[in-house]
């Protein structure tokens, strides 16, 4: 017997030691900081300290993640991070989600960084409207004073001691990140004063005073509104725990902005400091100050001199919290890899006397205000201790659902996986299922009275979700695309990063005397298409039918009585028990379809049917917008929402939901006809949807096309978006695409970054391109202002009058932005066919670049900067006659 122990404890050294040097990279799975010994180490920084702080920024990838790590990984410090929106007017470098669908992404992708840093997320309601040179704007579109009382609740909520954000000012783009800091400043101030939203305060929150505000400096083109010391901190430390230094392990975290380009090699380990201008204090610190914590009480023995001048410190408090101290520091005097149950009797002590306190403190004479701080802080302790116990033990639980999108009414089973990896044994108190109301949960087998040292553990469960049981879905929604600011269908959910999910595991089990807790999210495990193993996703109910339309817009030209067009509307069946089904559209009057409706039936789970349906509009077309709404008619109820499965290797899925709704756009379009496109996909490209709805003829170029295939076949060749960036292939024959425009073909490029630009001798890609027929740079040039005057510096060009002529009003209702990363430098060859100017200060004067066409010996290259692959998407009228004329250009000449 004690053999087989030594043998599984040096089973768990090595398990623990393995992982430091093989992180897992699987959804959800926690990483190796988070569990075994190092789990407990870094648990045990925590519970010493009472610090807090909440770093503010405007959108994901504007946090600085070693400073988040060192704080909350190397120091224990409480860190969370409030991002003010979810990156939905970003673009997107994996995938062809766009808007909400890229939030949800970007959030993703947040919660996947917070594994490695440990901070908490929050987030406000501002919806992310695109770049912006203008804080006045910015607030103007999110509404500011709504954002502000959002910041507020955050504050009052979380209660940090420092504040850090973004810097205030600026004179360049980006002015989400001054409005967030400028913001920032103010919640600071508003949020210990209780006039200030005032309906928070009779919710039940406290006015809460943070002790300190700092915004960054040196970052994102901004700079401090006042002149002062910078307190540089150290972010480039080794820590032993990690097995890294804070940087390396904050640029780690940093590579899971995947969608946003970030690089996947983070440098070697270098000296890194992040520099800090302090714009307010309550306190008084020494200057120069050399912590954002300075002048500020932190430890735990202090906790008395956090409550305010309502009272002295009592002295029962400063007995019980010398006596917590100790427990500590014997805890962590007792910590030892390879035996880390040594620090479990010390925990378990400390734990009690944190329940005790909190009991004294609740009813002692200290004052509300003082009694209320005090708890705040102690249930935070008492968090702490039993996650910190829990790793003593090296118990861990595992909530595990056969199925991972179930349907309201259905059963499904659910293994609790319980390993007691330590060498103590463990009581079980109780072991419950917590599931929404009217939801019924049946053991399948005994939940064991304990858990011994060295066990593995297995309790089964039938759970049968109610008949009405809420779908899980995003609580976040933008119903007025006029206000960039979401409405919450549940408000209690308000700040969390995801929805409530509906089924969790609390086990309450016994470490000697004392009783502890911990608790987890049913999951479903998967097996990825990726190369990578396994993939997690939490349970999720879902709509016993799925209805998605293919496309979601179809245009229809209203100079051609006989359109028609054909989409595919397909119904995903997610119940378990064969059924019947009608599908329809609900059609506008005057408006049919070829079927009128269609019975299917759905034979088992995850069975898809796709049915195609021509929709015929009237033939007195007028033009305008219309809307068509694919629905399922099953078992007596009507389904008429889809959804979108986004499904990353380094996020876990989630289901985006959309009304299964048809955008029909009825206006005056032509194209050239017998035109023949090659077509070289780009980045999470929909342009080649919009060439299918303008009936062009295209191909989809492969590597071997452009090796040797006949390019003399198309007339006009177009590289999708930003597909320099991930076409090798485009990149190795491009001088093949070069001679064929020289020979008289079309060639279309459209908006690519800097990967268009060849590399300085300095490293940065800046250096004209070697892509393009005569010296050209892709510069910073952007119009964000989608109601800009657009000038025609040739109007006669056919680009704007063949086949059909572009006038204003195709200038009117884009979305978001003219275009971006305009070509900056370039030879008198090119020639510039539009001109825009942003209405505001910081990106004043003529923008040229959107639109350049370079004849090249008998043909022509052109450089489209202009959004046109935002546009279509969103059905604009004008973005669809102005790529038919770029289509056309061979037939015009």
């Known amino acids: 017997m004690r053999a087989s122990k030594k043998c599984f404890r040096l089973a768990i050294l090595v398990l623990s030691l393995t992982a430091l040097i093989m992180p897992s990279l699987s959804q959800l799975q926690p990483l190796h900081y988070d569990e075994g010994v190092t789990g407990l180490g870094l648990a045990l920084r925590k519970l010493s300290t009472t610090g807090s702080l909440l770093h503010i920024t405007a959108h994901s990838d504007d946090e600085d993640n070693p400073l988040l790590v060192m704080l909350s990984r ?54 992310e409207f695109g770049y912006s040179y203008s804080v006045e704007e910015t607030f103007e579109k999110w509404g500011k004073e709504e954002i502000l009382s959002d910041v507020v609740r ?65 970052w994102g083109g901004g700079n401090p509104g006042t002149s002062g010391s910078v307190l540089s901190v150290d972010c480039g430390d080794y820590d032993p725990l990690l097995g890294a230094t804070y940087q390396t392990v904050g640029l780690m975290a940093r590579s899971m902005h995947r969608c946003q380009g970030m690089s996947q090699v983070p440098p070697l380990p270098r000296p890194y400091a992040s520099r800090w201008h302090l714009i307010d204090s309550k306190v008084s610190a020494t200057a120069p100050e050399s912590d954002l914590f300075d002048g500020i009480e932190t430890t735990l023995i202090s906790l008395g001199s956090r409550l305010g001048s309502q009272t002295e410190q009592p002295e029962f408090l400063k007995a019980e919290l010398d006596a917590i ?62 996650e910190a116990l829990r790793h003593a033990h090296q118990l861990k639980m595992q909530v595990i659902a056969a199925d991972g999108k179930i349907v309201p009414g259905q059963t499904f089973d659910l293994t609790v996986n319980l390993i007691n990896g330590g060498t103590s044994h463990l009581g079980v108190g109780e072991l419950s299922v917590q599931t929404p109301e009217g939801w019924s949960v049946k053991p399948t087998s005994q939940v064991p009275e304990s858990l011994p040292g060295g066990s593995i553990t297995e309790v089964t469960f039938v759970v049968s979700a109610a008949a009405n049981a809420s779908i899980t879905e995003r609580y976040w929604h933008r119903f007025d ?26 086990l309450h089990y016994r470490s000697g005397d004392v009783t502890a807790s911990t608790e987890e999210a049913a999951q479903h495990r998967y097996e990825g298409p990726w190369v990578g193993g396994e993939q997690r996703h939490e349970l999720m109910v879902v709509p016993k039918v799925s209805v998605t339309v293919d496309p979601a817009i179809c245009i229809f030209s209203t100079n051609d009585s006989a359109t028609e067009k ?80 986004i499904d990353y290797q380094h996020i876990p899925q989630r289901l985006h939901y959309e009304p299964s ?50 390019l003399d076949q198309f007339d006009v060749i177009m590289t999708g978006v930003r597909a320099y960036l991930n076409r090798q292939d485009l990149r190795d024959q491009n001088q093949r695409l070069l001679d064929w425009v020289r020979r008289g073909g079309v060639m279309i490029v459209q908006y690519n970054k800097y990967e268009l630009n060849a590399v300085s001798s300095s490293g940065r890609p800046s250096d004209p391109s070697p892509f393009t027929p005569f010296p050209l740079t892709i510069g910073y040039g952007r119009v964000t202002d ?16 063949v086949p059909n002529q572009i006038g204003p009003e195709d200038w009117a209702n884009w979305v978001q932005e003219r275009g971006l990363y305009f070509a900056g430098e370039k030879s008198p060859q090119y020639r510039d066919l539009i001109s825009m100017r942003d209405p505001f200060e910081y990106n004043a004067g003529e923008k040229l670049g959107s639109l350049v066409v370079a004849d090249y010996g008998e043909g022509q290259w052109i450089y489209l900067g202009l959004g046109l692959w935002r546009q279509l998407p969103a059905g604009v009228p004008g973005a669809y006659r102005l790529l038919a004329n770029l289509i056309s250009l061979p037939a015009a000449e």
């Open 74 to 127: 190397g120091r224990g410090i409480r860190t969370g991070l409030l991002t003010l929106t979810r990156g939905e007017g970003g673009q997107n470098e994996i995938g062809p989600e766009l808007f909400e669908a890229l939030g949800l992404i970007r959030t993703g992708e947040l919660m996947a960084i917070h594994r490695y840093d440990g901070a908490e997320q929050f987030f406000s309601r501002a919806y």
């Open 661 to 710: 709704l048809l955008a029909a756009k009825a206006f005056d379009v032509r194209v050239a006809s017998g035109i023949k496109l090659g077509y070289i996909d780009g980045v999470g490209d929909q342009v080649p949807a919009a060439l299918t709805q303008l009936g062009v003829d295209y191909t989809f170029l492969s590597e071997e096309d452009l090796a040797s295939g006949d």
């Open 566 to 645: 054909e989409i595919k509307v397909s119904a995903l069946y997610r119940g378990n028990e064969p059924t019947s089904a009608r599908l329809s559209l609900e059609l506008p009057a005057g408006w049919r379809s070829e079927p009128p409706s269609t019975s299917l039936q759905f034979e088992q789970e995850d069975q898809s049917v796709t049915t195609t349906f021509r929709v015929i509009p009237p033939k007195d077309l007028r033009e305008g917008e219309y809307e068509i709404v694919a629905t399922a008619e099953v078992d007596g109820q009507t389904y008429r929402t889809g959804h979108q499965i």
């Open 325 to 386: 101290q100790k427990e500590i520091d014997q805890a962590v005097a007792a910590f030892n890899w390879s035996d880390p149950s040594q620090t479990g009797p010390h925990l378990a002590r400390g734990l009690a006397k944190v329940r005790s306190l909190r009991q004294q403190v609740g009813s002692s004479e200290i004052g509300e205000e003082a009694r209320y701080e005090a708890d705040f802080i102690l249930a935070q302790k008492e968090r702490q201790f039993q």
């Open 481 to 506: 695309p006029a206000v960039d600011r979401y409405e919450l269908k549940d408000p209690e959910q308000f700040g969390q990063p995801w929805p409530d999910f509906p089924v969790r595991v609390r």
């Open 154 to 218: 955050i504050i009052r909520r979380y209660r940090p001691d420092v504040i850090v954000t973004l810097p205030r000012f600026g004179e360049g783009g980006g002015q989400h990140h001054q409005a967030s800091a400028q913001i920032a400043l103010e919640a600071y101030h508003a949020a210990g004063d209780p006039s200030r939203f005032p309906e928070q305060i009779q919710e039940g929150l406290r006015p809460w005073q943070a002790k300190k505000i700092y915004e960054r400096v040196g």
């Open 786 to 801: 989608e109601k800009a005057p657009v000038e025609l510096l040739e109007p006669e060009h056919p680009v704007f009058n």
